[in-house]
Each structure stands twice: as C-alpha cells, then as structure tokens.
C-alpha cells in the first residue's frame, strides 16, 4: 500500500511540475534573441524558427531548463524514480533482468549527461549532474544486483 502512495505522489509530483516548466518555459516566445539557441525541437522539424508560431512546445522545457531550472529538476528526479520503480514492480521476481534494466537505463543517463557536458548555464550544468550521479548509481547498483544474484564477493 505504501509502494502506491510513493508512486502516485511521484506521478502527481512529475504531472505538477511538468505543467510548471511548460508555463515558466513559454517566456522563449518573448525572447527572440533565443531562439536560435533555445528551440532545438523546432529547428528540427521546422527549420529556422522566424515567428512565435514555429515553436514547438518541447522547446519550452528546454528552455526552462536552461534558464529557470527548479522545475525542470524536479520533473527529471521523479521521472528518475518512477521509472526505477516502474522496473522494480515489473522485474522484481526476475533479478538479473532488473540489473541489465539498472544498467541500460544507467548508461541512457551517463550518455544524456555526457550530451550536455558543457553547457554555459546553470540548468545545463545541473542536469550534467544529476544525470551523471543517477546514471552512475543506477550502474552500481546493477553491479551490485547481479554480484547478489550469484553470491559473489563484492569489491
């Protein structure tokens, strides 16, 4: 019972925090000095953005999380979470499939982390870190789930 009420506030958590990105990141429609910089979805598929219009609003989380990035934080933790919980609940009778689960979803993390390596804000540098040391703790312990799987010693 306890495991849904943690589920269902990190749900609540991720769908409140998603909506206050997506508003604090609709100020790039004010800022046009930005978008060359700040729409990396709407470049993609529109090409050079010339007006409000041709921005996706994808491109509003990115730049939340750029510029404002308590939100968007908030949002990438309990995606985190839920996503690891999501794993345990379905792979839990079936270890060694939840330790490659930790170990693939651990290095996704360690390749977006490496993605945003230098990037020149605040946000930037914060999902640097917080993709590094989740992807990496998610590395450990799938290492440490598969060493429990066969007894092995631990280093």
Known sequence: MFRFIRFGSAAVLLLVSAFASWYEGSAILD??????????????????????????????????????????????????????TIGYLFLKRKKRWFAWYLLILGGGLLLLSYFIFNSPTLGGQLFFYIWLVS?????????????????????
Not at 135 to 155: E, Q, W
């Open 31 to 84: 800022n046009p000095w930005e978008w060359t910089y700040s729409t990396p979805f709407s470049h993609y598929f529109h090409g050079a953005v010339q007006e409000k219009n041709d921005i996706l609003e994808l491109d509003f989380f990115i730049y939340a999380s750029k510029f404002q990035p308590l939100f968007p934080v908030i949002m990438v933790i309990s995606s985190i979470y839920l996503l690891i």
């Open 135 to 155: 992807g990496g703790l998610c590395v450990v312990f799938s290492v440490k789930t598969y060493y429990n799987i066969y007894n092995l010693p631990t280093i």
